[in-house]
């Protein structure tokens, strides 16, 4: 059985590889790009958000992500 980490982990890396690549991203093209699901990307956001490595902006009623150091 694989670990919880592990699998957040991995998500994780597809989004940010995806961020990185595309740049600045909505949920729903992130999942898209991935091929991971609503709720794999949001755990994948927050694990990436917990290390500071992701932000999210605001402009208007969309929201975005994007990596930080950007």
């Known amino acids: 059985m694989v670990g919880m980490e592990v699998v957040y982990g991995k998500n994780a890396g597809a989004v940010w590889r995806a961020l990185n690549e595309k740049g600045k991203l909505g949920l729903r093209d992130i999942s898209k790009f991935t091929k991971l699901s609503m709720l794999e990307v ?19 009623a969309k929201v975005f992500y994007e990596l930080t150091g950007r």
């Open 42 to 60: 949001n755990g994948a956001i927050g694990w990436l958000a917990k290390e500071n490595k992701v932000r999210m902006v605001e402009n208007g």
